[in-house]
């Protein structure tokens, strides 16, 4: 009876020990409340609970998250992104192992990127210096999101900044979906430097693929694209031709197949005083 | 009358004089002399004025030279101008923006599909998972995907900007939230952070909304 006695004690004690453990501190449970609220979206509500977090919690071992998720809130607050990259900085500054927070600490750098790109397009020129600074971070992911970054800036001079790294990715990146985007990017920059580029591909790869659009004498499209991205061109072809195509009886894969057949294969389509040509060189 | 008579008497007479004091016989002989004399014999030319390179009497020849040469100098620049941007345009690649956009458009189409493809896999995964699962590296496996997922997600970005996206953006931005979320406490991942996380999943419908999503991105091509 006494070991009974002993053992209901144990197992009591054990679950009041197991339960004060199990019970999540004030700072943690502050912290979920504001991921649950980031989730759903609800920006202002997330920051304020963080916010008292990081006031009435210094020394929380969630103070480093906490910091990361304030910067993501203000980041989706319209107006507040000069905050949120102010924010953004001061995460990456705190972090004490960076290895450990390598996922939160790329995101930061990334929507750093994101953010002075936008203020830079609504005429805030010196936020251009954040972008370009990133174009030769050692972290690829970094580094090559600036790039396209920079691609989409109208101001050639500026953009062009992006070509030893588009350039880069082409030559040694073994991501074909990488290599794509980069080879987009090089033809909005600067088409020259893409025909420069050697991607390491097969000949076949080489090769331009030609659109040509022809209504009323005039020419509506006319595209010099690389072999490479052939798919995509033709699936971007405007849905007007696109259905003049169906109605022929050509769909892409019959179309890619046709084109790679020969060399000198060159598909026309005739219809209503419209012409689409498509051939490769 | 008769001063018009007598007028004509004087001329007449200064004409007789003026014809008496010509040589008739040396005439002939002078005229030749002043008419061809001159060019009969042509002034001889000295050796250094031979071999001066411009000499005056050729200057309007060396003017028309010089003056063809640059005519059509500039005549084959403004040839071969013309034709150089058609040889270039040939042989290189071009497209307008507007194309370009298309085609980014439908890469971004693609890949978020993609994208939600593999997401919606790890999704089942971690739904189904049990405490059991984490002793086979359940966690660690988990982790190493949302990673990738994240890289990916960066990429897709810009094009889920695009309002014909916004549907895709909307859920892969939350599907982008669980996975950082995962990616930080996998390390340790457990049994309740794994329940909080399922229940995240199964609260909001993760799934139900991937293939819906899904099925729309596959229906519009660009």
């Known amino acids: 009876m006494r070991y009974i006695k002993f053992g209901i004690g144990v197992v009591l004690l054990a679950s009041l020990c197991m339960g004060a453990y199990a019970q999540i501190q004030p700072d943690e449970r502050l912290f979920e409340e504001a991921k649950v609220l980031i989730f759903d979206k609800k920006w202002e509500t997330a920051q304020e609970k963080l916010e008292n977090l990081l006031d009435r919690y210094p020394q929380s071992l969630m103070k480093e998250q906490a910091l990361f998720y304030r910067a993501k809130c203000l980041s989706e607050r319209t107006g507040r992104e000069k905050e949120a990259i102010e924010a953004y900085d001061s995460y990456i500054r705190e972090v004490k192992n960076p290895e450990k927070n390598a996922s939160l600490m790329e995101d930061s750098e990334i929507s750093i990127i994101d953010l002075a790109y936008g203020l830079y397009e609504k005429g805030e020129k010196r936020f251009l210096d954040a972008i370009e600074e990133r174009l030769g971070r050692p972290n690829k992911v970094v580094s090559y999101y600036a790039a396209f970054k920079l691609s989409y800036i109208k101001d050639k001079t500026v953009s062009n900044r992006a070509v030893p790294v588009l350039r880069r990715i082409i030559e040694s990146e073994q991501d074909a979906e990488l290599k794509d985007r980069a080879k987009i990017a090089l033809l909005r920059v600067d088409p020259g430097a893409l025909k420069a580029v050697g991607d390491g591909q097969s000949k076949a790869h080489a090769r331009i693929l030609k659109i040509q659009v022809v209504e009323g004498g005039k020419k509506k499209l006319d595209i010099n694209i690389p072999w490479a991205l052939a798919d995509l061109a033709l699936q971007a072809i405007p849905d007007e031709e696109k259905s003049v195509m169906r109605k022929k009886g050509y769909d892409l894969d019959k179309i890619i197949n046709e084109l790679a057949k020969t060399k000198s294969s060159i598909i026309e389509i005739n219809e209503n005083g419209s012409v689409i040509k498509i051939w490769i060189e | ?222």
């Open chain 2, 1 to 222: 009358m008769r001063k018009v008579i007598d007028a004509a008497g004087l001329v007449r007479g200064e004409m007789e004089k003026a014809m008496a004091s010509v040589d008739w016989e040396a005439l002939p002989a002078k005229v030749t002399d002043y008419v061809f004399g001159k060019t009969a014999r042509p002034r001889r030319l000295t050796i250094g004025e031979r071999l001066r390179p411009i000499r005056p009497v050729l200057i309007p020849a060396y003017a028309g030279i010089v003056l063809g040469i640059i005519l059509g100098s500039l005549a084959t620049f403004l040839i071969l101008k013309r034709q150089a941007p058609s040889a270039v345009a040939d042989n290189a690649f071009f497209a307008s923006p507007e194309f370009i956009d298309r085609v980014e458009l439908e890469m971004a189409r693609r890949q978020t599909l993609d994208y939600l493809q593999k997401s919606q896999y790890l999704l089942l995964d971690l739904a189904q998972a049990s405490s059991l699962d984490k002793g086979r590296g359940m966690d660690e496996l988990a982790s190493g995907r949302a990673k990738d997922l994240l890289a990916k997600k960066k990429y897709l970005n810009p094009q889920l900007e695009n309002s014909r996206m916004a549907k895709a953006k909307a859920i892969c931005d939350q599907i982008e939230l669980l996975f950082l979320e995962l990616s930080q406490i996998s390390d340790d991942l457990t049994g309740v952070e794994m329940k909080r996380i399922q229940g995240m999943i199964e609260d909001r419908r993760l799934l139900l909304k991937i293939s819906l999503v899904e099925k729309e991105l596959e229906e519009s091509e660009v």
